[in-house]
């Protein structure tokens, strides 16, 4: 079913019940819009800026797991089941959720896909297209009908969940790589595009954490970290006013070197490492 049409309905009719706005938080509390919120990373943040009494604006396709977390925190969660690909869904929450609660202080553009690709098999260029639709392009379609209504309030920040493979390009990992590349980039050129305007562009390279995205890699995941704990770091970054930051910070270390390592030995060390498995197309 197309995003918007989902979405006028709602999960379980609360986006376009028009008593929602009685159970509205105070306009005090802080309104969070996150993308990726049924599951992982983006779940954990959810929760975590919802037991703070925050307002959170949830996107993802999952409407069901959209309805958990709403049921847990039911004055405080409004569900919009969408895809980040569908730019006149996103567009329809953010007016929604812009009308219903106020201009968000945080926007998370977390929602993303990973699965293995080799640009040897044309079957896999709809994956290529897949993960940059979803990773690249679905955080520019988040941000955008946010971005005029935060610019004019003079703050706010604007989160991208990139990754530390995002550093060097991963064999087997040929999409996920270049997306997150292409995220860091994106998020770099907003920052300064938005430099003094009052609103902060905020880039994570989260290292590995244990969520379903990770849950069949085949190899092993040094430092990795709990969602939860995660979001918790995540959210202190946010916080804090800085613009870079990879969780966990030893992965920082490690990614900074993997940056300074000159090819010839880049590609001896990384041209055996296990691959993550290439799925057949689940869409
Ligand atoms: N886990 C790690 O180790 C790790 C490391 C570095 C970076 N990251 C990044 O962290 C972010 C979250 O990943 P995760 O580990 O939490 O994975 P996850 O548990 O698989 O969650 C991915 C989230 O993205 C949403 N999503 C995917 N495609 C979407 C679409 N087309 N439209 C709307 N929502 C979509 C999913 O919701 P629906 O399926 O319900 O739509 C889900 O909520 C991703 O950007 C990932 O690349 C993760």
Same mark, same amino acid.
């Given at each position: 079913?197309?995003?918007?049409?989902? #979405?006028?309905?709602?999960?379980?009719?609360?986006?376009?019940?028009?008593?929602?706005?009685?159970?509205?938080?105070?306009?005090?509390?802080?309104?969070?819009?996150?993308?990726? =919120?049924?599951?992982?990373?983006?779940?954990?943040?959810?929760?975590?800026?919802?037991?703070?009494?925050?307002?959170?604006?949830?996107?993802?396709?999952?409407?069901? @797991?959209?309805?958990?977390?709403?049921?847990?925190?039911?004055?405080?969660?409004?569900? !919009?089941?969408?895809? &980040?690909? *569908?730019?006149?869904?996103?567009?329809?929450?953010?007016?929604?959720?812009?009308? +219903?609660?106020?201009?968000? *202080?945080?926007?998370?553009?977390?929602?993303?896909? %990973?699965?293995?690709? @080799?640009?040897?098999?044309?079957?896999?260029?709809?994956?290529?297209?897949?993960?940059?639709?979803?990773?690249?392009?679905?955080?520019?379609?988040?941000? #955008?009908?946010?971005?005029?209504?935060?610019? =004019?309030?003079?703050?706010?920040?604007?989160?991208?969940?990139? %990754?530390?493979?995002?550093? +060097?390009?991963?064999?087997? $990992?040929?999409?996920?790589?270049? $997306?997150?590349?292409?995220?860091?980039? !994106?998020?770099?050129?907003?920052?300064?595009?938005? !430099?003094? %305007?009052?609103?902060?562009? &905020?880039?994570?390279?989260?290292? !590995?954490?244990?969520?379903?995205?990770?849950?069949?890699?085949?190899?092993?995941?040094?430092?990795?970290? *709990?969602?939860?704990?995660?979001?918790?770091?995540?959210?202190?970054?946010?916080?804090?006013?800085? $613009?870079?930051?990879?969780?966990?910070?030893?992965?920082?270390?490690?990614?900074?070197?993997?940056?300074?390592?000159?090819?010839?030995?880049?590609? @001896?060390?990384? $041209?055996?490492?296990?691959?993550?498995?290439?799925?057949?197309?689940?869409?």
């Amino acid at each position: 079913m197309a995003g918007s049409a989902r #979405q006028k309905r709602g999960v379980g009719g609360k986006a376009a019940d028009t008593t929602q706005s009685s159970l509205l938080a105070p306009q005090s509390c802080l309104r969070v819009v996150i993308s990726g =919120a049924s599951s992982g990373i983006g779940l954990a943040l959810a929760q975590h800026y919802l037991h703070q009494g925050a307002v959170v604006a949830a996107f993802a396709r999952r409407a069901e @797991l959209l309805q958990a977390l709403s049921a847990q925190f039911p004055q405080q969660v409004h569900c !919009y089941p969408l895809d &980040v690909r *569908d730019a006149t869904a996103i567009q329809a929450a953010a007016h929604d959720f812009i009308a +219903r609660v106020g201009v968000p *202080d945080i926007v998370i553009a977390n929602a993303g896909v %990973s699965r293995g690709t @080799l640009t040897e098999y044309a079957e896999d260029v709809q994956a290529f297209q897949q993960v940059m639709d979803i990773n690249v392009l679905g955080a520019v379609k988040t941000f #955008q009908p946010f971005l005029a209504a935060m610019r =004019a309030a003079g703050k706010g920040r604007l989160v991208g969940i990139a %990754s530390v493979a995002g550093f +060097r390009g991963l064999p087997g $990992s040929e999409a996920y790589s270049a $997306s997150k590349a292409a995220l860091i980039s !994106y998020l770099e050129s907003l920052r300064v595009e938005l !430099y003094r %305007s009052g609103v902060k562009v &905020v880039t994570i390279c989260p290292g !590995y954490i244990t969520t379903p995205m990770t849950a069949h890699n085949p190899y092993a995941m040094p430092f990795i970290l *709990d969602a939860d704990v995660a979001a918790r770091r995540i959210a202190r970054v946010i916080h804090c006013g800085k $613009s870079f930051a990879v969780v966990p910070w030893q992965m920082g270390l490690v990614g900074s070197l993997l940056k300074w390592l000159p090819n010839w030995l880049y590609d @001896l060390l990384f $041209s055996k490492a296990p691959h993550k498995p290439r799925l057949p197309n689940q869409e």
